[in-house]
């Protein structure tokens, strides 16, 4: 099915390491979001990409880095992991980053730091 | 982007009419009025967003006052598997910078 696809589902990190947190969408997108959600929250904005080849930041950026790798490929990467990240994570995509485009999110990554 | 206030939760019998009320009385000419919904932690999905005029489709009706400081979503027959948070969202047209910006949403529990 055509779609945002994350890679991994579930991730457990001790404090101190670093991953990558992978998401492809196959729709020809052009803009793509990273969001955290912590428990009983709504969802967060981290970093976005209007087109390929930008980034900027969102609301809580800190502590995360993103790569625009190419159209189909936005990766949000944790140096240097710690409790406080521990979230879920939702990566979107969206025909064009205005408001009358809607966004279809992944499934989501479940990262646990111990 | 505009503010929004919604219920916590809200309750509703299976195969009658969910309506989800929102509150938007900031709200801007140039906004539009997005819904999202979650169901168990999955990724949000969209249902439905509208400018002005009251919109529908297969999966819900929105129903956006005169003034357009509030809004109603409608699910008219109401299924167990609807049970989900509900976001309402609005969000700027015409500008390249207006994100996707989720509050708490409302608890829409289906029983049986």
Redesign the interface.
């Known amino acids: 099915n055509a779609g945002?696809t994350q890679t991994p589902k579930f991730q457990v990190l001790k404090t101190g390491q670093s991953m990558t947190l992978q998401c492809a969408q196959d729709m020809n997108h052009n803009s793509m979001?990273w969001?955290r959600?912590d428990p009983?929250?709504?969802?967060?904005?981290i970093y976005?990409s209007?087109s390929e080849g930008t980034t900027d930041k969102?609301?809580v950026p800190n502590g995360y880095n993103v790569s625009r790798l190419n159209k189909r490929e936005f990766s949000l990467r944790l140096e240097s992991a710690a409790p406080s990240q521990t979230s879920?994570y939702?990566c979107?995509s969206s025909e064009a980053?205005?408001?009358?485009y809607?966004?279809?999110?992944?499934?989501?990554t479940r990262l646990t730091v111990v | 982007d505009a503010k929004t206030t919604q219920p916590p939760s809200m309750d509703c019998a299976e195969g009658r009419a969910a309506n989800l009320p929102c509150n938007h009385s900031t709200i801007s000419g140039n906004?539009?009025v997005?819904w999202?919904r979650q169901i168990h932690?999955?990724?949000?999905?969209?249902i439905i967003?509208g400018l002005k005029n009251n919109e529908t489709n297969e999966m819900a009706s929105l129903i956006i006052t005169e003034d357009r400081k509030s809004s109603t979503l409608i699910l008219p027959h109401a299924t167990l598997r609807d049970t989900a948070v509900y976001?309402c969202i609005v969000?700027?047209?015409?500008?390249?910078?207006?994100?996707?910006?989720?509050?708490?949403?409302t608890q829409l529990t289906v029983n049986p």
Not at chain 1, 97 to 100: K, P, S, T
């Open positions: 945002v979001y969001y959600q009983g929250m709504g969802l967060r904005l976005y209007a969102g609301e879920v939702f979107a980053d205005r408001a009358n809607g966004y279809t999110f992944g499934s989501g | 906004e539009y997005y999202y932690s999955q990724g949000p999905q969209y967003h976001y969000r700027a047209w015409g500008t390249s910078g207006s994100r996707l910006t989720f509050g708490e949403g």
